[in-house]
């Protein structure tokens, strides 16, 4: 039984509780968490010697690979069937230790995360960002419109997983991305996330120097796009003027008029 639920350690651990109690006592158990603990959801279980962890790449028809991990208690038997199995799909594997994030999202969604930050810092825009991975780096998607794709849920989920088990200050979370995700704003599955698809063509959902939201006020002369974190410390600028037409930029727009 491989288990596929959302990137939630507790409906994870609720979902092993149910069917242990109806599983056969030979069972193997798997998850395709991406980042949580094995060891931590085996030990919920009634067979932590015959739990593993078995993440499958998205999507899965076109991905070759397939991270397997061991928890402390998995034992031969459990790892050598896992193994076989994922060679009769045809799938590549690549043997992770038991550490948060694993292998795939350890490196990926840092990656993500900082080009969120990059975001969310003003030092370019959705478009800009993507394309400078797409042509710079020959990514075949932007670290963006990745997220969008994976799920901005997912991603904040991941990257918790990542802060809150390793303490290091760089796993952070944007807080972008958590607002976001406090929008409802997940990406491809809820038709906006740093692009909306609402449209015949995806188009980014935070302003741009060439088309923002906001009007300018009739007295004022524009002079570029800055992240909204930005703003208390334009307000203490002699050059400010607060007095912009009925209302301050809010989440989503980041053009400021003076």
Not at 5 to 17: D, L, N, P, S, T
Not at 34 to 57: C, K, Q, V
Not at 65 to 86: C, N, P, Q, Y
Not at 169 to 175: A, E, H, I, M, Q
């Amino acid at each position: 039984m491989i288990e596929t639920a959302v990137e939630k350690e507790e409906v994870k651990r609720k979902i092993f509780h149910d069917l242990c109690a109806v599983l056969k006592p030979e069972a193997i158990v798997a998850s395709n968490t991406s980042s949580i603990s094995i060891t931590r959801l085996a030990a919920s279980t009634d067979r932590p010697e015959r739990f593993i962890g078995i993440h499958f790449m998205n999507p899965v028809p076109l991905m070759e690979l397939v991270e397997l991990i061991r928890g402390i208690a998995t034992d031969d038997a459990t790892f050598d069937t896992a193994k076989e199995f994922v060679t009769k799909l045809g799938k590549q594997i690549a043997v992770s230790e038991d550490f948060p994030a694993f292998i795939v999202n350890r490196i990926l969604l840092p990656m993500i995360n900082e080009a969120i930050y990059t975001l969310y810092e003003g030092v370019g825009n959705v478009e800009a960002i993507d394309a400078a991975m797409k042509l710079g780096a020959h990514h075949p998607m932007g670290p963006l419109e990745l997220a969008d794709f994976i799920g901005l849920d997912t991603c904040l989920s991941i990257m918790q997983v990542l802060h809150e088990g390793l303490a290091d200050s760089k796993y952070r979370p944007c807080p972008l991305l958590v607002k976001y995700v406090e929008a409802g704003w997940l990406g491809r599955k809820t038709q906006r996330g740093f692009y909306d698809y609402r449209g015949d063509k995806p188009v980014p959902t935070r302003c741009t120097s060439s088309h923002c939201r906001l009007e300018p006020h009739p007295a004022a002369s524009w002079i570029s796009c800055v992240p909204v974190v930005a703003l208390p410390a334009l307000r203490q600028s002699p050059a400010f003027v607060n007095q912009l037409p009925g209302r301050v930029p809010a989440f989503g727009e980041c053009c400021v008029w003076i």
